[in-house]
């Protein structure tokens, strides 16, 4: 658990201790469409699925291989852990990016895809584009 988390779950204790939270609000990152996908490749990779760019990151999603692996290994593929993403079928890789983007959205991949294929991202999750939920009231 990194720092940053530490601090969170510190200050989060601290607050309920002093009861001055009274809403926990969960933010839910919606689920990539297929639209959202298409997007996310045009941005990474202009939809080439073979793509080795010669920068660590490989595929239609760009994937570094240590983020491939922790995926696959937790998608319970355990067979392609090792194989480089660029070389795994379409299919294996959207369900990949589908899986990441379910978990985390867009943050493995960062805003910029937001400018660079705007109608495609806007499209797959307009919520995910409107001002941020707060983690908690008081």
Same mark, same amino acid.
């Given at each position: 658990?990194?720092? =940053?988390?530490?601090?969170?779950?510190?200050?989060?204790?601290? @607050?309920?201790?002093?009861?001055?939270?009274?809403?926990?609000?969960?933010?839910?990152?919606?689920?990539?469409?297929?639209?959202?996908?298409?997007?996310?490749?045009?941005?990474?990779?202009?939809?080439?699925?073979?793509? !080795?760019?010669?920068? =660590?990151?490989?595929?239609?999603?760009?994937?570094?291989?240590?983020?491939?692996?922790?995926?696959? !290994? @937790?998608?319970?593929?355990?067979?392609?852990?090792?194989?480089?993403?660029?070389?795994?079928?379409?299919?294996?890789?959207?369900?990949?990016?589908?899986?990441?983007?379910?978990?985390? =959205?867009?943050?493995?991949?960062?805003? /910029? /895809?937001?400018?660079?294929? #705007?109608?495609?991202?806007?499209?797959?999750?307009?919520?995910?584009?409107?001002?941020?939920? #707060?983690?908690?009231?008081?």
């Amino acid at each position: 658990m990194g720092d =940053g988390m530490k601090k969170l779950i510190a200050i989060l204790a601290l @607050l309920l201790t002093l009861g001055s939270i009274t809403t926990v609000v969960q933010a839910q990152t919606p689920d990539i469409t297929d639209e959202g996908l298409f997007g996310l490749r045009m941005c990474e990779s202009t939809d080439n699925y073979t793509i !080795d760019t010669g920068n =660590g990151y490989y595929g239609a999603y760009q994937f570094r291989q240590a983020t491939w692996d922790e995926v696959m !290994d @937790l998608m319970g593929v355990p067979d392609m852990i090792g194989v480089r993403p660029n070389l795994a079928s379409p299919w294996v890789q959207d369900q990949a990016a589908t899986w990441l983007w379910n978990g985390s =959205g867009i943050s493995y991949w960062g805003p /910029h /895809h937001f400018e660079c294929a #705007p109608s495609a991202i806007q499209a797959m999750n307009r919520e995910r584009i409107q001002a941020p939920t #707060p983690i908690f009231t008081a």
